[in-house]
């Protein structure tokens, strides 16, 4: 176990290096830079100036230089300054992680809350119309898109209760319910679309466990049903529904982009929009980097869950 | 002497009648007998179809049934409600709705089809390879699926969008990356255990070259999984080009795409005009839900694992 815990974080290691290349690579191919994007509105500036500046923020080093400072910089956990607005990246960073924390956490409750009566419900209940019910409602989860879900819900808002997307974000620490109030909102629109997996999910497996010999043993010995299938079924379907509960939260993490822009929610994923756009080559390599570890990190998490609750899993 | 009873007698006990009649049809009558079984017991994979079928139309005839030019302007006609002339409304530069909807399907379906086709084909390539040869072939195009899989899509989208300019195919292209390593994974993981099979011992013991034995022997009994992922990712791909649309990349104006319908009128006019906002996305989850259905059928029947009785 030990040795598998090890190998696996060390495996982690190739696999962020490989996002840290082709992030470098990627943005460096990309034609523009953040020099001729800040002046590009202002007509013809003088190829000097724009030398000067290029020099000063380090982007007139020769590519393997650049890159060394980067690698040396991550070892030190040192991210560098934001070409744009020359603020350290960790401080950038820090400034949004909490609301796009926050937001994904809240989803997650929300998508957690739904699967998993309705997945059991429609389980139950197979092929009846409870069952379709629950089918359509989820894969309409899927089908709707979140961002989309977002404007019909500021639309209704807007008409009915005179809201408006607010302009200034309150934290957790000063004013939870108000705080609340201002993510409720896009976190049902991201929260549905996550439940929907969850759900299905949670319904084949329930399924599957409902036909298992012991559920039989269960409801031959007079067990009530609803004991069969909380007791019996559920706690042995959840392996998976966990599984998929939390790859969508690491995929949630950097899937909040467009979300954050219907709501004009200022986190993570605003910022990586606006980073590849200005070119800011410090912000989205730093950013990059934190979505990656998260969705790898995650999947570690994921794996050493397996066998903690399934006794059955050994790791070799 | 008892005769035999009549029901056993050959030609008319019941497995005979479905033996006969499987040989006998043929053709366009026994893909009519599979299509009536399909709607009978997948109602909802079959509504999906008929959801597909009708987008298909939309986007072959979209020139025909269009009630008008979807970039024509009229400006004496824009923000118009839904209405007999304009069944949708128009939008701000007096376009007709319904028709930019009915010829938006067509690029939608276009980089649905193209990506996940190309995504899933090429992440069964891999998947197949790296199933196959093992060790280091395996673990290197496992690496490098994993920095694939981490690597947030909408940092691969803009990237190309901005490297190549926008454009159709650069959406495709976008979409396709991320596509690649999870049906890798998966075809991979189907191989492993057909690796194992006798049969590709055989082949490899009568001295068949590898790329015959992944194609005619491993490809084939890898497709379930394959085909599978493919109908999945369809209507991820079409939910992915209209929110990378959305977002404003890929495609522009004046391109009736239904993504980017939503993003400028849609959000500009919301309150004035909110069939702006409700047409696109009724389309955008149309379709996605009628992909979505139809490839959940497709799995429950080609997947016995989790066949439901």
New interface residues.
């Given amino acids: 176990m030990q040795r598998y815990v090890i190998g696996r974080l060390l495996l982690m290691i ?2 962020l290096l ?2 840290a290349i ?2 470098f690579v ?2 460096r ?4 830079d953040v020099v001729t994007l800040r002046y590009s509105g202002s007509g013809a500036v003088p190829q000097e100036v724009i030398e000067r500046e290029r020099a000063q923020l380090g982007l007139d080093r020769p590519m393997p230089a650049q890159f060394m400072d980067y690698m040396t910089g991550i070892v030190r956990l040192d991210f560098g300054r934001s070409l744009w607005t020359d603020r350290p990246v960790v401080e950038e960073v820090g400034a949004r992680i909490g609301i796009t924390i926050e937001l994904a956490i809240i989803a997650a409750i929300i998508a957690t809350l739904l699967a998993i009566p309705l997945g059991v419900l429609a389980a139950v209940k ?2 009846t119309w409870v069952d ?1 019910v629950v ?2 409602f989820s ?2 989860g ?4 979140s ?2 879900l977002g ?2 819900m ?2 209704g808002l ?2 009915w209760f005179r809201w408006a997307p607010p302009l200034i974000f309150v934290p957790l620490w000063r004013d939870p319910v108000e705080n609340l109030a201002q993510l409720i909102w896009p976190a049902l629109a991201v929260g549905y679309r996550y439940s929907a997996v969850a759900t299905r999910m949670t319904r ?1 497996s329930v ?2 466990v409902l036909r298992e010999d012991y559920v039989r043993t269960a409801r031959a010995k007079g067990v009530v049903e609803w004991v069969v299938v909380v007791r019996h079924a559920l706690r042995n379907s959840l392996l998976p529904v966990i599984t998929v509960i939390s790859l969508e939260f690491a995929f949630l993490f ?2 909040l ?2 979300t954050e ?1 219907v709501f004009n929610v200022n986190g993570l ?1 605003k910022l ?2 606006d980073a ?2 200005h070119r800011d080559y410090p912000l ?1 390599q730093a950013l ?1 980097l934190i ?2 570890f998260v ?2 990190f995650v999947n570690f998490i994921v794996d050493i869950l397996y066998g903690v609750l399934d006794p059955r899993i050994r790791y070799a | 002497m008892s005769r035999a009873p009549t029901a056993f007698a050959p030609g008319h006990d019941s497995m005979e009648i479905a033996r006969r009649r499987f040989l006998e049809d043929t053709g366009w009558r026994r893909s009519r007998r599979a299509t009536r079984d399909f709607i009978r017991r997948r109602p ?1 994979g079959a509504a999906g179809a008929v959801i597909i079928i009708l987008m298909i139309l939309a986007a072959a005839l979209a020139d025909v049934i269009s009630p008008y030019d979807p970039v024509a302007q009229d400006f004496l006609d824009s923000l118009l409600p839904p209405s007999v002339q304009h069944p949708l409304g128009t939008d701000s530069f007096g376009r007709d709705v319904l028709s930019r909807l009915l010829h938006g399907a067509r690029g939608a379906l276009l980089v649905g089809f193209v990506s996940s086709l190309a995504g899933s084909t090429l992440g069964l390539v891999f998947g197949v390879i790296g199933a196959y040869f093992g060790g280091k072939v395996d673990e290197a195009i496992q ?2 699926m ?2 694939l ?8 989208a ?2 190309v969008v ?2 190549l300019g926008p454009g159709v195919v650069n959406v495709i292209v976008a979409i396709t990356v991320p596509v690649i390593p999870r049906v890798a994974r998966v075809v991979r993981s189907s191989g492993l255990a057909v690796v194992r099979m006798p049969y590709i011992e055989a082949a490899r013991s009568i001295g068949v070259q590898a790329p015959r034995i992944m194609f005619r022997h491993m490809v084939p009994n890898v497709f379930a999984p394959y085909l599978i992922m493919l109908t999945a990712f369809l ?1 991820q791909a079409i ?1 992915l080009e ?2 990378l649309a ?2 404003g990349l890929g495609v522009v104006e004046p391109d009736p795409a239904w ?1 980017l319908m ?1 993003r400028g009128q ?2 500009q006019f ?2 004035q005009a ?1 069939w702006l ?2 047409a ?2 009724v389309a ?6 009628g992909f ?2 139809f490839g ?1 059928s497709l799995r429950d029947a080609l997947d016995p694992r ?1 066949r ?1 009785a």
Avoid: C, K
Wanted: net charge negative; hydrophobic share 60%; charged share 5%.
């Fill in positions: 190739p696999t490989g996002v082709l992030t990627i943005m191919v990309v034609p523009g197979q092929d379709y089918r359509v894969i309409g899927l089908a709707f898109p961002f989309w404007i019909l500021i639309l807007v008409v084949s399924l599957e950097g899937g982009v467009v822009q994923g990586l929009v590849v756009q989205v990059v979505f990656s969705f790898v | 909802l690496r490098v994993d920095v899989i981490s690597f947030p899509l909408i940092v691969i803009i990237a901005a490297a209507g939910l209209a929110s959305y977002l993504g939503l849609g959000m919301l309150e909110p906002a409700v696109p996305g955008i989850s149309l379709a996605v839900f979505n259905l959940d989790l439901t």
